[in-house]
């Protein structure tokens, strides 16, 4: 067994430990809410308002893609909160479903380098005799 070989074992067991801990963020129970919450700050456009100063009046939304077309919903002060751990928990869980794809990527490509490290050429290519 070649060193090569060796520390690409290593290396396939510290990127197998890593996906089995990513898998265990993807596993969690919580509930989630796809799309993304914020503060949206905007003018009323009535003169004297305090908006007119520049002290911009907020309203809680959630936004995310429908159909192609962002949609935005105003979130009622009495579900913020819990809209905010939410889409937070998505947030979280996409996150994390993208360091799987890489950390899966990362495998394979060991897993490739080791099955290059182990393949034979057969038949064997004769030299030709030189004319």
């Not at 935005?72 to 913020?80: A, E, G, W």
Request: charged share 30%; aromatic share 8%.
């Amino acid at each position: 067994m070649s060193a090569d070989t060796s520390k690409l074992r290593q290396q396939l067991w510290r990127a197998y430990a890593a996906l089995a801990r990513t898998l265990r963020r993807l596993q969690r129970s919580q509930p989630m809410v796809r799309g993304s919450f914020y503060p949206l700050r905007r003018k009323c456009g009535k003169p004297n308002c305090r908006c007119a100063r520049g002290l911009l009046h907020a309203t809680y939304v959630l936004t995310r893609s429908e159909q192609g077309r962002d949609r935005l919903y105003t979130v009622p002060k009495t579900q913020r909160a819990q809209l905010r751990q939410w889409a937070g928990e998505y947030r979280r869980y996409q996150r994390a479903r993208a360091v799987l794809v890489k950390r899966h990527l990362h495998l394979l490509a060991i897993v490739d380098q080791m099955a290059e490290q182990r393949l034979l050429t057969w038949p064997e290519k004769k030299e030709q005799p030189h004319a």
